[in-house]
């Protein structure tokens, strides 16, 4: 098993969010993180990658124990290194060109020589359809360029695993496709990816595993396949209802 | 000497009040004015990060500066602190007083500037795998910079403004100079309105950069 976390609470302002989540992940695995609003989600994956600290927790990545409440920081470096991260609204260096934003992890924090960061970052741009924009600036692009340009600068820093909080949740109708699909493509190539959705085609077609939340509990987790056609919950069957009823 | 007329006294005055300006103005209105940015930069880092005791610090001293007039500042420092027996010449003092009250201006400039780059920048930024620094060094204070670039660009003008009250410590810069030249030949009205069109040329010049500089900065499209 690639990564295995147990137990992570976190509260903000003395109310717990998270009350003790569960997770298990092989590699290649897709988890679809599914569940209402509020219910943690985008919490849960922050305290993955010590964006917030959570109060409890262990997680296992490669056979390595880390206590998420006290992680040290060589821990939280050598967990970022081995994982990206993809923001709802992308979050890219604004002051920066797709290609610098691709390059400067590369650069300075792995001092990779330009050269061949810029190579690097020119083929995760491929993978990505963006190596035709270079020079551009955040702010010339369309959300779905930005994030699939964010997507590159993830998997420059060739992860072992990708998180992905609702990537796809700010973008016009009509470009979300463009995202899906580089995810897709990813999924199919192996990548483990972490994938928070609400995007039910995507967590049913393409993740092989959810993880259904609410209210900081895990209410059902198990591959999506059941998932989707044998849900196990009261709760569960309802969620998927509400989001088949509200798509219609 | 010949009687003149007011019109050749100014045309024979140009030339050394325009000296002044170029010689003892500017330098002292830039270098108060760089060393201020340092000392606002500084501060308003400290502030953001939130260093504990250090932002109280810095909250006293703008508090302190903002509520005291420069003219009272700068006789403090240049007539006062000689009775404690710190003495400094009246250019460094000049340099000292007008950087560390336009630098408290441009800290808080500087503050917003920086609490307007999105805090998510940051995040992605520690995401792979950058530290603190190189993430405010890189990503935040350049984008800090071209969004206090023009209230900068206010501070240096008000600074070079700002130095014709160093004539009331003794420096012989262009205000001085026209207060000297006036004391020979009594020609107010006209002699301070040529000095106040040098001013205004001046200033005119660091407009005319800040438009220039702006749209350099605007190259890299709005924030979306
Ligand atoms: N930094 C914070 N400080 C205080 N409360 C927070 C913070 N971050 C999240 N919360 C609260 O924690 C709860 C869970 O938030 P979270 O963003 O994890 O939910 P989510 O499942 O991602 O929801 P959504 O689907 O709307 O994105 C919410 O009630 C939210 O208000
Ligand atoms: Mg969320």
């Known amino acids: 098993m690639m990564l295995d976390i147990r137990n992570v609470h976190k509260s903000f302002d003395g109310k717990e969010i998270l009350k003790g989540i569960d997770l298990q992940v092989n590699k290649g695995d897709v988890v679809a993180i599914l569940g209402p609003s509020g219910s943690g989600k985008t919490t849960f994956l922050r305290c993955l990658n010590f964006l917030e600290t959570a109060d409890k927790g262990v997680m296992t990545f490669d056979g390595d124990e880390i206590d998420l409440a006290e992680a040290s920081k060589t821990q939280i470096a050598a967990v970022r290194k081995k994982t990206a991260f993809v923001f709802q609204n992308y979050n890219l260096f604004l002051n920066k060109t797709v290609l610098q934003n691709v390059t400067l992890g590369l650069t300075l924090a792995r001092k990779f020589p330009k050269d061949q960061a810029r190579d690097i970052a020119v083929k995760a741009l491929e993978r990505v359809g963006m190596a035709d924009r270079l020079d551009a600036y955040p702010g010339q692009l369309s959300g779905g360029q930005q994030q699939r340009v964010a997507i590159a600068r993830g998997l420059a820093q060739s992860p072992e695993i990708i998180y992905f909080d609702e990537p796809t949740s700010a973008l016009d109708p009509e470009l979300i496709g463009e995202v899906l699909s580089v995810m897709r493509q990813l999924a199919e190539e192996g990548m483990t990816m972490l994938v928070v959705t609400h995007e039910m085609d995507f967590a049913r077609n393409v993740s092989s595993k959810v993880l259904f939340m609410e209210g900081g509990y895990v209410i059902e987790s198990g591959t999506s396949k059941e998932f989707f056609e044998h849900p196990k919950e009261a709760r569960s069957r309802e969620f998927i209802r509400t989001i088949l009823e509200g798509r219609q | ?224």
């Open chain 2, 1 to 224: 000497m010949a009687p003149q007329t007011t019109w050749q006294i100014l045309v024979a005055a140009f030339p050394r009040l325009l000296s002044y300006g170029i010689r003892v103005t500017i330098p002292l209105a830039f270098l108060s004015f760089a060393l201020g940015l340092v000392i606002a930069v500084i501060v308003a880092m400290i502030q953001y990060a939130d260093v504990k005791g250090l932002r109280q610090l810095c909250r006293f001293y703008i508090w302190l500066i903002r509520g005291t007039p420069l003219l009272v500042q700068l006789y403090v420092v240049f007539y006062g602190l000689p009775s404690v027996g710190i003495m400094i010449d009246a250019f460094p003092a000049a340099v000292f007083v007008f950087a560390f009250n336009e630098g408290a201006y441009m800290a808080e400039t500087m503050r917003g500037a920086l609490e307007s780059v999105s805090r998510g920048q940051m995040e992605a930024g520690y995401c792979v795998g950058l530290s603190y620094l190189q993430i405010m060094f890189h990503i935040v204070l350049p984008q800090a910079f071209r969004t206090a670039f023009p209230a900068l660009s206010n501070s240096l003008i008000s600074v070079v403004k700002g130095t014709s009250l160093a004539a009331t410590i003794t420096v012989m810069e262009m205000f001085r100079q026209a207060q000297v030249i006036n004391g020979v030949y009594y020609r107010s009205l006209g002699l301070y309105a040529e000095t106040a069109v040098i001013y205004l040329a001046f200033c005119t010049v660091i407009t005319w950069l800040q438009h220039k500089g702006e749209k350099r900065l605007s190259a890299y499209g709005g924030n979306r």
